[in-house]
């Protein structure tokens, strides 16, 4: 039986600009609207604007809240202040990642999860298990109720200034304000998937449509462009940014990712911990690396990675970049092959073109973020 996919409020605009709509974790989504390559460069250039809707939103409420947020998540949450938010995981006791997801302090006892749409159910199941008995902490999955829209690019602060109440030059990166965006009240976070100057802007489901408009209205001067599926992906592979489902799993633990920074062992006990101290100590067998082709093909999920006769391990996400005119890809290989320099090539319909493991990321942002 064919479960209905869900839609964001925003559906009947993306219908309206004429997007191709896919299947996207349970979600009609759009992929694009006109090419991928003009939606990533729009970004690139100036702006673009993403419905982000189908990200879920958890609240962890309570005077135990930074207590269990401790336990449930890698990082380190009491670093956090009001108004700033921290890049963080959930793992299972064997250290593999249960979701790569944004912690938002809003206050001492209350903070909002932005966790990845296909595990919005999982992670609000696994928060509730993982809820120590007698603490005085609640969780609750809000995310029916709320809209998101991403506005990335060096323009994006220009068009969000013009419609919003707050000073968004106050606002440093992975930091957030509540304020009016068009009378409406939202929460602004200098924050995205793309590398680029940018933010996502939650509000209540029913304002999205009056929020989208007004942004592409205040967009028009600067050339925005409404951006799908297809150029988020390709952004946020030139910046080596995980994709949870591809890159990272239940499969790989963060020191595999290469996303040991995330992990602050020094915090306390944490889901998690013990099995990744163990593996830390031992040492990592594979790792996920960089690459671009040296001879012609371009990469895609699960493609075989060799070196020589040797397979050394798969392709986890690959594209042909619209910002360096070259095949990029990134994937898991054996440690002892994963230096940069080291030459591989790449199973692409029984044919083997040779490729490179670079430093990442694969393109350098022109303008930087406030921080």
């Not at 008995?133 to 200034?161: C, H, M, P, R, Y």
């Not at 006990?269 to 371009?298: A, H, N, P, W, Y």
């Not at 392709?315 to 890809?329: D, E, H, Q, W």
């Not at 994937?331 to 493991?357: F, L, T």
């Amino acid at each position: 039986m064919n479960t209905k996919l869900k839609r964001t409020p925003l559906y009947e605009i993306h219908k309206k600009l004429g997007a191709k709509i896919v299947d996207f974790a349970g979600w009609e989504m759009p992929v694009q609207y006109s090419t991928i390559m003009n939606e990533h460069r729009a970004v690139r250039s100036s702006a673009g604007i993403f419905d982000v809707s189908h990200m879920g939103e958890i609240e962890v409420r309570g005077r135990d809240a930074l207590k269990a947020l401790q336990l449930l998540t890698v990082n380190d949450v009491s670093r956090l202040k009001d108004n700033e938010c921290q890049y963080s995981m959930m793992c299972n006791p064997d250290g593999w990642i249960v979701d790569d997801i944004l912690i938002y302090r809003l206050s001492e006892e209350k903070f909002m999860l932005c966790v990845n749409a296909s595990n919005t159910e999982k992670d609000y199941q696994w928060i509730l298990k993982n809820l120590t008995a007698g603490w005085a902490v609640e969780a609750e999955n809000i995310s029916d109720t709320i809209g998101q829209i991403s506005l990335q690019g060096k323009n994006a602060e220009a068009i969000l200034q013009k419609v919003s109440d707050a000073d968004l030059s106050l606002i440093k990166y992975y930091c957030f304000r509540r304020c009016n965006v068009d009378g409406v009240d939202a929460i602004v976070s200098r924050t995205g998937y793309t590398g680029e100057d940018g933010f996502e802007v939650y509000v209540k489901n029913e304002y999205a449509v009056k929020i989208w408009d007004r942004l592409m209205e205040s967009g028009k001067e600067y050339g925005i462009k409404p951006v799908g599926l297809g150029a988020r992906d390709t952004l946020r592979l030139e910046m080596k940014y995980p994709l949870y489902g591809n890159d990272i799993s239940e499969k790989n633990t963060p020191l595999e990712a290469g996303l040991e920074w995330v992990v602050k062992f020094n915090k306390g006990d944490f889901i998690g911990k013990k099995s990744l101290q163990e593996q830390k100590k031992r040492g990592v067998r594979r790792k996920l690396i960089g690459f671009e082709m040296i001879e012609r093909g371009i990469p895609r999920p699960h493609y075989a990675i060799f070196k020589g006769s040797r397979r050394i391990g798969d392709v986890t996400s690959g594209t042909m970049s619209p910002s360096l005119n070259k095949a990029i890809g990134i994937g898991y290989v054996q440690a002892d092959m994963s230096n940069i320099g080291e030459e591989i090539e790449i199973d692409i319909r029984a044919s083997y073109p040779k490729a490179r493991i670079v430093k990442t990321p694969f393109y350098k942002v022109q303008v930087q973020v406030k921080v």
